[in-house]
């Protein structure tokens, strides 16, 4: 049974966006990128929600100068996008200690959908993300959910990404590398609708592979 007042539901899918709001992400657009590409990808995560048991359940936090919860355990049926500002460092591990908080406090005892967790980032911390990463992959709900990174133009540290990832859905992910807009807004919906699928349908036993698109960017898409 799908509960709609906040609290677990029995077999519910949990899909987490972290996502780094420093302030080189207000360069060339695309924190403008992200919050649209997220908005678009809802309509599309509602339809794999269809064949859950009980609900997809949306959280985002976003990690600067700290981190702090967007939006916590909502319905993606109810669930409006409310955009990510940026301002200040990246503080990554923070970002990961918050998530791993929330799971040991909240998803004791519970029972659910492998999770999905989607790691957006331009740059390379400013804090020991590898604590903060520890502390995360230490909880049962870190450590079973399929992990997956996407790297938001050329300078960002793709070794952090693909440590994140580490050995999610059997060590075949590998971090995405968004160079434009087009390419960012394809590899998000690839990941919140692909993996969310996996999840609810492991006997699938694979990910598809992510697009291409190449051949979709306009001449004028101008590369991060």
């Known amino acids: 049974m799908v509960e709609r007042d906040g609290k677990m539901g029995n077999r519910d899918l949990h899909l987490f966006f972290l996502i780094d709001a420093s302030d080189s992400m207000s360069y060339g657009g695309k924190v403008e990128t992200l919050n649209n590409a997220i908005r678009e990808a809802i309509p599309h995560i509602r339809e794999i929600a269809r064949e859950a048991e009980g609900a997809i359940k949306v959280h985002a936090l976003s990690f600067s100068t700290g981190a702090r919860w967007v939006t916590k355990n909502v319905d993606v049926r109810d669930f409006t996008w ?45 804090d020991d993300y590898e604590a903060g990463l520890k502390k995360l992959k230490a909880t049962k709900w870190g450590s079973k959910a399929i992990r997956i990174s996407i790297a938001i133009g050329s300078e960002t540290d793709m070794d952090v990404l693909q440590d994140f990832i580490g050995d999610s859905f059997r060590g ?53």
Request: proline share 8%; hydrophobic share 35%.
């Open 172 to 224: 075949e992910l590998k971090p995405l590398k968004a160079k434009n807009a087009a390419e960012l807004k394809n590899y998000i919906r690839w990941a919140s609708t692909a993996a969310s699928n996996a999840s609810i349908n492991p006997t699938k036993g694979m990910l598809p592979p992510p697009p291409t698109v190449e051949s979709q960017v306009e001449v004028e898409e101008i590369d991060w």
């Open 82 to 126: 409310d955009n990510i500002t940026t301002k200040g460092v990246t503080d990554m591990g923070r970002g990961f200690e918050l998530l791993a908080e929330k799971l040991s406090s909240d998803f004791q005892g519970e029972r659910g959908y492998q999770p999905v967790m989607i790691l957006l980032s331009d740059g390379m911390p400013t």
